[in-house]
């Protein structure tokens, strides 16, 4: 089992900043995939960014509405992941997952995330 622990959720006006934070504890050996995903009210959950290792190396891969403004860290070390948000948009309001796969995806229990305008 994985357990994992969002924070760094709230509200900004557009164009600021926020970023997140999430923890995982158990059985966190071998997890190879460490993300974020989003759902909007009235829409399917969908990948914001994820840190992929393979091979011991670690790829990125992001959504196109986030590029070039989210960047996702992910220190293995202490099992967290960082999502750097900013230029944010009223259009990245959402509540926000942290999810992480290790022979199974495991999801957290979510963080809101407003922008206003």
């Known amino acids: 089992q994985v357990q994992l622990v969002e924070s760094g959720g709230g509200s900004v006006q557009a164009g600021g900043s926020l970023t997140l934070s999430c923890a995982a504890s158990?059985?966190?050996?071998?997890?190879?995939?460490m993300g974020w995903y989003r759902q909007a009210p009235g829409k399917q959950r969908e990948l914001v960014a994820a840190?992929?290792?393979?091979?011991?190396?670690?790829?990125?891969n992001y959504a196109d509405s986030v590029k070039g403004r989210f960047i996702i860290s992910r220190d293995s070390a202490t099992n967290t992941v960082l999502l750097q948000m900013s230029s944010l948009k009223v259009e990245d309001t959402a509540v926000y997952y942290c999810?992480?796969?290790?022979?199974?995806?495991?999801w957290g229990q979510g963080t809101q995330v407003t922008i206003s305008s």
């Open positions: 999810a992480a796969r290790h022979g199974r995806w495991y």
């Open positions: 158990g059985n966190t050996y071998d997890i190879d995939t």
């Open positions: 840190v992929i290792n393979h091979m011991g190396r670690g790829s990125t």
